[in-house]
């Protein structure tokens, strides 16, 4: 299951991984958020003990959304060492995640 991740927790949990973060900011009223749900849960799944997957709720959340300039949602963003090293803006099909996720771990 994705985690879910808060302006509180993001450090922590996103910043300080030693392992790829993928992090999927969302809105409970985005249509397009609500397609790539069950892709983003799967891939918290299939990628367990091997990357950190969580979500934050634009809604909810704005200081981590306005410090890394969110202004579309869906976005995606992969983190590695506390950097961003590749982002998704839109809602993208499993495969071009699963190989964006890939090339990092």
């Known amino acids: 299951m994705a ?3 808060t302006d509180s927790n993001f450090e922590e949990i996103v910043l300080q991984s030693d ?4 992090v999927d900011f969302w ?3 985005c249509g397009p958020c609500r397609m790539i749900t069950p892709i983003i849960e799967e891939l918290a799944e299939e ?16 200081e ?8 579309n949602i869906p976005t995606i963003l ?3 060492n506390g950097e961003i090293v590749d982002k998704q803006v ?3 099909p499993k495969n071009a995640l699963t190989g964006k996720i890939q090339s990092f771990i």
């Open 27 to 29: 809105a409970e009223w």
């Open 90 to 92: 839109g809602a993208a």
């Open 47 to 62: 990628y367990a003990g091997k990357a950190v997957i969580g979500k934050v709720d634009v809604d909810n959340n704005p």
């Open 78 to 80: 992969f983190f590695k």
């Open 64 to 71: 981590v959304c306005d410090k890394y300039g969110i202004r």
């Open 19 to 22: 392992k790829l973060a993928v």
């Open 3 to 5: 985690l879910t991740i």
